[in-house]
């Protein structure tokens, strides 16, 4: 018998080429080490976050939205959690500006051509990248049943 997926897979039409809104949403964000901007460890690090939200009482919104914020050396994890009431340094909440979505199926160590292509299809707009965001909603478990699945959020620069 095949494993499970308990991945959250969303359909790629609704969010391929599209524009996204992330204003007002906040997440819970912890740095990652990263190699060649491959997150080290990513399964176990995104569960130690989950656990501290929990410790620190935050209500993490279902389903779970969590992405990696690319770097040179080291990367943002970020999972979206209830807007507190209070100040958190650990708290990251995105502003007005609206990301680019591209949907890529190649496996997580081959994602650069995808992303060229994005970047290239952002600059097209005569937009420029700010920041780089991944959302895997596939994990290494169940991309062998699934296949890939990541969501590339580029940010423009203001």
């Known amino acids: 018998m095949g494993v499970q997926c308990g991945c959250h897979k969303v359909k790629a039409a609704d969010w391929h080429n599209k524009v996204i809104s992330f204003e007002n949403r906040s997440f819970y964000t912890e740095k990652i080490p990263l190699i060649f901007h491959i997150p080290i460890g990513l399964g176990k690090r995104i569960e130690a976050l989950q656990e ?11 389903p779970v939205t969590t992405l990696m914020k690319d770097g040179t050396f080291s990367g943002l994890i970020m999972t979206e959690i209830e807007k507190p009431r209070f100040f958190d340094p650990q708290i990251y909440t995105f502003g007005p500006s609206l990301m680019y979505c591209y949907v890529s199926t190649e496996p997580w160590n081959n994602l ?4 060229l292509l994005a970047k290239k299809n952002f600059d097209s707009q005569g937009k420029k990248v700010k920041s780089l965001y991944f959302r895997y909603t596939t994990c290494p478990r169940c ?3 699934q296949g890939y699945q990541t969501l590339l959020f ?3 620069e203001t």
């Open 52 to 62: 501290e939200i929990r410790l620190k009482e935050y209500k993490i919104i279902e």
């Open 112 to 115: 650069r051509a995808d992303f």
């Open 143 to 145: 991309s062998g049943v």
């Open 154 to 156: 580029l940010e423009p």
